[in-house]
């Protein structure tokens, strides 16, 4: 089954549990990644609409959808079409309650961007010069904790007309993550997304901004979370 067959029954029924599916998802890094983005959504969709409800809120999103006039009306409306329209109701609540935090769009692209250029950053599978990436980042007032042994591509590069870093990191079954930085650029809070099917993420930390791009399909929460806890800012920096 290809990919967007298999998106156009995730989104008819994201909980189903047909066969055709589970084999999909099962053989295919991608058609697994939806699948869990799918569920995710549901699972928040659903959270979403299990909030606590006090006594007259409903009346008072009505009014705020609708106007007090027509707001009256739907009171009045038989019970079937009462429930019809607080239903559509819900659905704009919903939309607003996932609204969350603005997505810096200009940063997305600039990392989006760069990422499609990746210059030979895939060809190696050896770890790069420790001492060298661990310079280059000081250099830039980044402080890496870890160990850099699964860091395959290493370079300082332009990323939005700004200066940033760019790495690989090859993990033991040879999947390969991109790592994009612009140290000092802020970030209010982390966002998934994905690009041409594979799945992204834009990561805050106390150094700067960071985008992973999982490109065999990979789960990002390992390294982004092993970042988040490792990259810290230097009390102070020179430029790259």
Same mark, same amino acid.
């Not at 156009?8 to 994201?14: G, I, M, S, T, Y």
């Not at 997304?193 to 799945?199: A, G, K, L, Y």
């Given at each position: 089954?290809? #990919? !967007? /067959?298999?998106? *156009?029954? #995730? !989104? /008819?029924?994201? *909980?189903?549990?047909?066969?055709?599916l589970k084999q999909?998802?099962?053989e295919s890094l991608q058609h697994a990644a939806a699948y869990r983005d799918a569920q995710q959504f549901e699972d928040k969709l659903e959270q979403a609409l299990r909030l606590p409800v006090e006594d007259g809120l409903a009346d008072s999103i009505l009014e705020h959808c609708l106007g007090k006039e027509s707001a009256a009306q739907q009171r009045r409306l038989p019970a079937w079409l009462g429930i019809a329209a607080s239903i559509a109701v819900a659905a704009v609540v919903a939309v607003v309650l996932f609204r969350g935090e603005p997505v810096n769009a200009e940063l997305r692209d600039a990392f989006v961007e760069h990422v499609q250029h990746p210059e030979g950053a895939f060809k190696s599978n050896q770890p790069v010069d420790s001492g060298r990436f661990l310079a280059t980042l000081a250099s830039a007032g980044v402080e890496f904790a870890g160990s850099p042994n699964d860091v395959t591509y290493f370079y300082p590069c332009d990323i939005g007309g700004k200066r940033g870093l760019h790495w690989v990191v090859t993990d033991d079954q040879g999947q390969k993550t991109t790592v994009l930085m612009i140290p000092g650029q802020e970030l209010a809070s982390a966002h998934d997304?994905?690009?041409?099917?594979?799945?992204a993420r834009m990561l805050p930390t106390s150094a700067g901004a960071m985008a992973l791009f999982g490109h065999q399909g990979q789960d990002l929460d390992e390294l982004a979370s092993r970042y988040s806890q490792s990259i810290t800012a230097l009390p102070t920096s020179a430029g790259i």
């Open positions: 089954m290809d #990919l !967007n /067959e298999f998106n *156009r029954r #995730l !989104n /008819e029924e994201p *909980r189903s549990d047909d066969p055709e999909a998802r099962n997304f994905r690009f041409e099917q594979v799945p």
